[in-house]
């Protein structure tokens, strides 16, 4: 099965680097998930689904964490790993 390397975050450079600290920012975490390194090969594809997310998460009336848990959920019933 084919897979995409990871962007690191110790070799982002530029818009990624601003971008990455955001996201770890947003999500209280110490790192940037698979899905966003995976996306930073391309900066726009990056910022477009870094808008998409924050879009989604921040927007609403259902609250971020009942999002997070639907989306648990659906990788869950799709199987996916990460």
């Not at 209280?28 to 899905?35: C, K, L």
Request: proline letters at 2%.
């Amino acid at each position: 099965m084919p897979t995409i390397k990871l962007v690191a975050e110790r070799q982002a450079e530029g818009r990624v680097r601003e971008i990455f600290e955001e996201i770890k920012a947003d999500l209280g975490t110490s790192f940037v998930p698979a899905n966003f390194r995976a996306a930073a090969h391309n900066l726009e594809h990056l910022e477009a689904y870094w808008y998409q997310y924050k879009t989604i998460m921040h927007k609403g009336t259902v609250d971020a964490a009942t999002k997070e848990v639907i989306a648990m959920v659906v990788s869950a019933l799709n199987t996916c790993d990460a």
